[in-house]
């Protein structure tokens, strides 16, 4: 490694510890503003509200890397800007291009470890702090059941697109897909799909209507299929008991989501909305190279306004970002968007547009 690359790379290196720490206490904070009101209401203990909080931070830190990135980036080339640093590395032949490789890789390497956070580890971990959010602060009597849930019981792994809950206790439930594995002396497993379905408080019948049943053999392929206007299923426990262990799209690692999606896309509904999750997923951590690539040349131009201009750059890019990324994602789901321009579409845009800005600026 040349001696330039390492100077580059120490100057980086506070500047990006101080976007972490910055844009975490920001997230973390938010978290905290959003818990208060339950917190008082239900008297948590504050030691469980840290361990929540604890358990989210891998979670937010996938968000919080690339903006820290963008922070690094923009204040360490500002000042090396403003006191003619770039210009004299130019001028002793060394290109623009060249000043940008290590500052990429360092990029890469952190979009690398937020791709590590956001597949082995944020998952777990995620999970079991929406299990505290459930379960200690929200209490039995509240469910949270959501948009595209996936939960399991005896057997059973279900996807309920969404779950409303009446102002006479019953639970509605509307477009249901039920797997069940094969059962004894059974070869093949079954995807039930229905409409709706409906479930009393406390109950553990549910009633399905307008359905299907499909009998899927080796392959995945159907082999038999059933239509029903009505159909009962009787489980252990309501489905309160079960909403403790529903899991999000944000709390599964790609390959599981990946394996839902396949499972459940065979029912004929439509998972265009989980498709989006799943490549954004696999899309969001490169926001840190993708970032990096735009950043460096417009702080390059822009330097001459003074320090202010980098944190300018920082809010502008930020901005324009986050807008573009839950845009595109909200526009997938829609169903307007294909779900892959959809995840990869603002760091396509924002890495070809960071190109060419460095092409003109050299």
């Known amino acids: 490694m040349r001696t330039v690359d390492r100077y580059l790379l120490r100057e980086l290196a506070l500047p990006f510890a101080a976007g972490v720490f910055g844009f975490l206490l920001i997230f973390v904070g938010a978290l905290l503003f959003t818990l208060l009101d339950l917190v008082v209401k239900s008297g948590t203990p504050f030691l469980l509200l840290a361990k929540l909080v604890a358990l989210k931070v891998p979670y937010l830190m996938v968000h919080v890397l690339p903006y820290a990135t963008l922070f690094a980036i923009c204040l360490a080339v500002n000042r090396m800007a403003r006191e003619s640093e770039i210009t004299a590395m130019r001028v002793a032949g060394v290109s623009l291009r060249r000043l940008m ?3 990429a890789l ?4 952190v979009s690398l470890l937020s791709l590590f956070l956001s597949e082995k580890v944020s998952p777990a971990t995620n999970h079991e702090a929406m299990r505290i959010y459930r379960l200690a602060l929200l209490g039995p009597a509240r469910p949270d059941l959501k948009q595209d849930v996936f939960f399991s019981a005896q057997g059973y792994t279900f996807y309920v697109r969404q779950v409303e809950k009446g102002s006479d206790g019953r639970f509605l439930l509307t477009d249901v897909m039920m797997y069940e594995g094969p059962a004894h002396g059974e070869r093949f497993p079954v995807l039930t799909t229905a409409r709706r379905a409906t479930a009393e408080a406390n109950a553990t019948t549910w009633v399905l209507t307008e359905g299907v049943q499909i009998r899927l053999d080796a392959s995945g392929f159907s082999s038999q299929e059933w239509a029903f206007k009505r159909m009962t299923l009787d489980l252990e426990k309501g489905i309160e008991q079960y909403w403790a262990d529903q899991k999000m799209p944000d709390e599964m690692s790609s390959a599981e989501l990946r394996k839902q999606i396949d499972l459940f896309g065979k029912g004929g509904i439509d998972v265009a909305s989980l498709k989006v999750d799943y490549l954004s997923k696999l899309a969001f951590p490169f926001a840190c190279l993708v970032l990096t690539l735009l950043s460096m040349p417009l702080t390059v131009h822009f330097s001459r306004g003074g320090p202010s201009m980098g944190f300018l750059v920082v809010v502008g890019l930020f901005f324009l970002y986050y ?40």
């Open 101 to 103: 490789a290590p500052l």
């Open 106 to 109: 360092a990029a890469l390497c």
């Open 323 to 362: 807008n573009a990324y839950f845009l595109t994602k909200m526009l997938g789901s829609a169903g307007i968007l294909p779900p892959l321009l959809a995840a990869w579409g603002p760091n396509v845009v924002f890495g070809a547009l960071g190109l060419a800005l460095l092409r003109r600026e050299e």
